[in-house]
C-alpha cells in the first residue's frame, strides 16, 4: 500500500492553493520516484493553517502548514512522508491546542476521512446511527431526538423532536425531508464545511429524519455561492444510491428514502424556511405566512420537515450513542454542541466545535487569539447579519440561546464575526439596513421602504444634519421594523443597528464631535 | 444571439428545457440549466419555459427577476465576485472593493468597455476565516490582497 498524503478539497484551502499544492505534491512525489496516494479530505477547520497537508506515518497522522506549492520540495527534501521535522512541521493535528480543546461530535470525521469514501465512513463510525435507528418503531426514533434536546441549528433554535413529532403524526401520502442548506449568514460555513467534508453524514441524518417521520423524499437546497458543496454532495448521493443506503430499501430494510440536491439562485432570504419552500417548488422565494406551519403544510402542500445541516448531521450520533449522551454536553436549555465558527478579524480563524456554554470572551480571545491584526477587539457580530454587535463589556456573556436573547442578542448559526478598534460602527448599522433593502423579499412595507429609509437617515448622521432627531428616527424605525415584520430579515435587522448604537453611541456623534474623539 | 425558432440556439433551449421539465419544481433547475448553457437568461426562452410548465409569462418573469443570480444579458468574459459582508469587511474587504474598481475602471454591477469582465458584489462565500474573499469564476480566492488583485485584473484582460 502506498503512503497516503491528505491534501484538503475544502473550500476554503482551496481558496488557499490547495489544488497547487496537491499538484506539485503529486508532480515532486512523481519525480523522486516516490509511491504517494493523495486523497482529497475535508478541512479540520484551522484556517489559518490551510492549505494543511497531512501524512500518514506508523506513528499516526503528521500535520504541515499552511503550505505553499513553494515548498512542497523543501518538505520533500526533509523526508516529510515520514512525519519528519520541517519549518512547517505541526506534528498531531489533533493535539494542536485549538483542536484538543473541542468536542468533535457532529464535526467527528471532517478532515480525517476520504468525503467520499464510504467504506472510510463506515469504518469511523458511519451508518451505525441509522442502523439503529432501523431497529427502532418510528415514533422511538422521534423519542430519542426530543430527549437529546437538540435544537434547531439554523437560527431559530426550535426543539428538532418535537419538529419531527408534528410530522410524524401527519396523515399525508407523501411527507418531505428538506434539508437548509442556504447558509446565508456572513461568518458561518459550518453547514459548507460538513458537506465538503463529511457529506455522508448529513444523507445518514436526512434518512434517519425520514425513516422517522415517513417522508420518502429529501431535497437538500443549496445555495449557488457553494459551488464545491455542490458538486460533492451531489457525487454523494449518487454514491449512496449505488450502494443501496437510499432508494426503495434503505440499507436492506423495508423503508424507502431518496433525495437530491437543488440549487438556489442567489437569494438570502431564501434561507427562511418557508421562502426556501417557495423557491423549492419553482416560485418567487418570498416568504409565506405562518400558520400553516411546514410541518403541516409544506413543500407541494404536504408535511415537511425543514431542518439547517448541522441540525440533521447532529442526528446519526444521537441515535448511535443514545440521547443521553448528546444530552450531557452543554448548559441550560441548550445541549449538545455548537460548531462555533469564528471569522473576520481574528487570529486564529476556522470552526470550533464545542459544547454550549464558553463564554465570548473566551471564544474571542483564548480559542480565536485575539485580533489577526494586533489591535484591541472592538465589536464582535454573533449570529450573522442580523445578529447583535456585542462590546467588549459583554464578553461574559455564554454562548446559549437563551443568554445571548438576554442581552439583546442571538446566536443565530453561531458565526463569530471579530472587528477590530478601526471599526465604524455607524457604517455597520448603515450596512446592516443596506443589506435588508438590497435582500428583502418585497412583502411587508416596513422591511422593503424602512430598510432603505434606515440607510438614508443613517447616512444623514453621518453628514451631521440634525443628528438627534434622526437618531431618534431610526431607533423609530428600528421598531416598526421589529413588530411589523412577517419574518426575521426585516424583524432583526434592528438587532445589529441598535446593538451598534447603544454599545458605540461614540461612532454615532456628530461628525466634529467625531473627529475630535481620533 | 439569434434564438428565433428553427436557429441551432433554440433548438438547444428546447433541449434543455425538455431534460428537466419533469421533475417537481422544475423552473429554478431549467432557468439554471439556460443560463449555463448560454450565460444568461434570454428573453426568448420565457415564452418557452412559461409553455412547457402551464405558466403564464408574467410567472416566469417575475420569478426570473427575483432571484439575483439570473441575467438577463451575458457577462463579460470573467466575472469578479468580491464578498461585500461583514467578516470581509472586518479585513479590509471595503478597501479591496474599491481597489478592485480603480484598477478595472467600473463600477460593481458593471462590464468593461473591452467585455472583458464584469465586476459584481456577493454577500457571502463562506470563506470568512480567510477575509477577504473573492471568486474569480469558477477558482475561489481568500485573503485577497493588492498584489491577488493586480493579478486578477492582467489574468482578465488577457
Ligand atoms: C431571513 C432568514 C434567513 C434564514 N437563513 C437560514 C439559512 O441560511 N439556513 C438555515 O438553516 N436557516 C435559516 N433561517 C432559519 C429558517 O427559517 C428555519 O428556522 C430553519 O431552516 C429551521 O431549521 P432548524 O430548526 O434545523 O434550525 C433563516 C431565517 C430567516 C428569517
Ligand atoms: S420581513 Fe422582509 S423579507 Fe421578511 S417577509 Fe417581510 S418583506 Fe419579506
Ligand atoms: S463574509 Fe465574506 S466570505 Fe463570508
Known amino acids: 500500500m502506498s503512503l497516503k498524503i ?29 509511491e504517494i496516494t493523495i486523497v482529497r479530505n475535508g478541512s479540520r477547520g484551522m484556517t489559518w493553517l490551510e492549505p494543511m497537508v497531512e501524512v500518514e506515518t506508523p506513528a499516526g497522522r503528521v500535520a504541515y502548514g499552511p503550505v505553499k506549492p513553494a515548498d512542497v520540495a523543501s518538505l520533500f527534501e526533509a523526508d516529510f512522508i515520514n512525519g519528519n521535522s520541517h519549518s512547517l512541521w505541526l506534528g498531531d493535528p489533533e493535539a494542536i491546542p485549538f483542536f484538543a480543546r473541542q ?32 431497529e427502532l418503531a418510528p415514533i ?29 403524526d401527519a396523515k399525508a401520502t407523501n411527507k418531505y425531508i428538506v434539508c437548509n442548506a442556504d447558509e446565508g449568514d456572513s461568518g458561518t460555513f459550518a453547514d459548507r464545511m460538513i458537506m465538503e467534508g463529511d457529506p455522508f453524514v448529513l444523507i445518514e441524518g436526512m434518512a434517519i429524519a425520514g425513516i422517522a417521520t415517513g417522508a420518502t423524499k429529501g431535497y437538500i ?114 445541549r449538545g454542541t455548537m460548531p462555533l465558527q469564528i471569522a473576520g478579524n481574528v487570529k486564529h480563524a476556522g470552526l470550533f466545535e464545542a459544547a454550549f456554554g464558553m463564554t465570548l470572551g473566551e471564544i474571542v480571545n483564548e480559542i480565536g487569539g485575539g485580533t489577526a491584526t494586533g489591535r484591541p477587539v472592538k465589536a464582535v457580530q454573533v449570529g450573522g447579519p442580523l445578529g447583535a454587535y456585542f462590546p467588549e463589556s459583554l464578553f461574559d456573556t455564554p454562548f446559549d440561546y437563551e443568554a445571548f436573547a438576554a442581552k439583546g442578542g442571538l446566536i443565530g448559526h453561531a458565526g463569530i464575526v471579530v472587528f477590530d478598534d478601526t471599526a465604524d460602527m455607524l457604517n455597520q448599522a448603515r450596512f446592516a439596513m443596506e443589506f435588508c433593502a ?46 411589523g415584520s412577517l419574518c426575521a430579515l426585516g424583524g432583526f435587522t434592528p438587532y445589529p443597528v441598535m446593538s451598534a448604537i447603544t454599545h458605540f453611541p461614540e461612532d454615532f456623534a456628530p461628525v466634529p464631535m467625531r473627529e475630535a474623539a481620533e | 444571439m439569434a434564438m428565433q425558432a428553427g436557429t441551432e440556439a433554440h433548438q438547444r433551449m428546447l433541449d434543455v428545457v425538455e431534460a428537466m421539465k419533469h421533475q417537481d419544481g422544475a423552473l429554478l433547475p431549467i432557468l439554471h440549466g439556460i443560463q449555463d448553457e448560454f450565460g444568461y437568461v434570454p428573453a426568448e426562452s420565457v415564452p418557452v419555459i412559461a409553455d412547457a410548465l402551464n405558466l ?44 478592485a474598481e480603480d484598477l478595472l475602471g467600473i463600477k460593481f454591477h458593471q462590464t468593461a468597455a473591452d467585455n472583458s469582465v464584469t465586476l459584481e458584489p456577493t454577500y457571502c462565500l463562506g470563506l470568512c476565516a480567510c477575509a477577504p474573499a473573492a471568486q474569480l469564476d469558477g477558482q475561489l480566492i481568500g485573503r485577497l490582497d493588492e498584489e491577488r488583485l493586480r493579478e486578477i485584473v492582467s489574468e482578465v484582460r488577457l
Not at chain 1, 143 to 155: D, F, H, I, M, N
Not at chain 1, 249 to 254: E, R
Open chain 1, 6 to 34: 491528505y491534501v484538503p478539497r475544502d473550500s476554503a484551502a482551496l481558496a488557499l492553493g490547495a489544488d497547487k499544492v496537491a499538484k506539485a505534491i503529486a508532480g515532486e512525489a512523481a519525480k523522486r520516484g516516490s
Open chain 1, 103 to 134: 468536542q468533535r461530535l457532529t464535526f467527528a470525521r471532517c478532515g480525517l476521512t476520504d468525503p467520499l469514501s464510504l467504506e472510510d465512513y463506515e469504518a469511523h463510525g458511519g451508518l451505525s446511527g441509522l442502523r439503529k435507528a432501523l
Open chain 1, 140 to 168: 422511538e426514533i422521534v423519542k430519542q431526538v426530543t430527549e437529546s434536546g437538540l435544537r434547531g441549528r439554523g437560527g431559530a433554535g426550535f426543539p428538532t423532536g418535537i419538529k419531527w413529532q408534528t410530522v410524524h
Open chain 1, 221 to 334: 437546497y443549496i445555495r449557488s455561492e457553494y459551488p464545491e458543496a455542490i458538486k460533492i454532495m451531489r457525487e454523494a448521493v449518487a454514491i449512496a444510491q449505488r450502494a443501496g443506503l437510499l432508494g426503495w430499501n434503505v440499507l436492506g430494510s423495508p423503508n424507502m428514502f431518496d433525495m437530491e440536491v437543488r440549487v438556489g439562485a442567489g437569494a438570502y432570504v431564501c434561507g427562511e424556511e418557508t421562502a426556501l419552500l417557495n423557491s423549492l417548488e419553482g416560485k418567487r422565494g418570498v416568504v409565506r405566512a405562518k400558520p400553516p406551519l411546514p410541518a403541516i403544510e409544506g413543500l407541494f402542500g404536504k408535511p415537511t420537515v425543514i431542518n439547517n445541516v448541522i441540525s440533521l448531521a447532529s442526528v446519526p450520533i444521537i441515535l448511535d450513542k443514545g440521547a443521553a449522551f448528546y444530552k450531557d454536553f452543554g448548559i441550560g436549555r441548550s
Open chain 1, 438 to 483: 438590497i435582500e428583502s423579499c418585497g412583502k411587508c412595507t416596513p422591511c422593503r421602504i424602512g430598510s432603505t429609509r434606515g440607510v438614508e437617515t443613517i447616512d444623514k448622521i453621518r453628514a451631521g444634519i440634525e443628528p438627534e432627531k434622526n437618531l431618534a428616527l431610526v431607533t423609530d424605525l428600528c421598531n416598526t421594523m421589529k413588530f
Open chain 2, 56 to 99: 403564464s409569462r408574467a410567472d416566469v418573469h417575475g420569478v426570473i427577476t427575483f432571484y439575483h443570480d439570473y441575467r438577463s444579458a451575458p457577462a463579460g468574459r470573467h466575472v469578479l465576485k468580491i464578498c461585500r459582508a461583514e467578516a470581509c469587511q472586518a479585513m479590509g474587504g471595503e478597501a479591496m472593493a474599491e481597489r
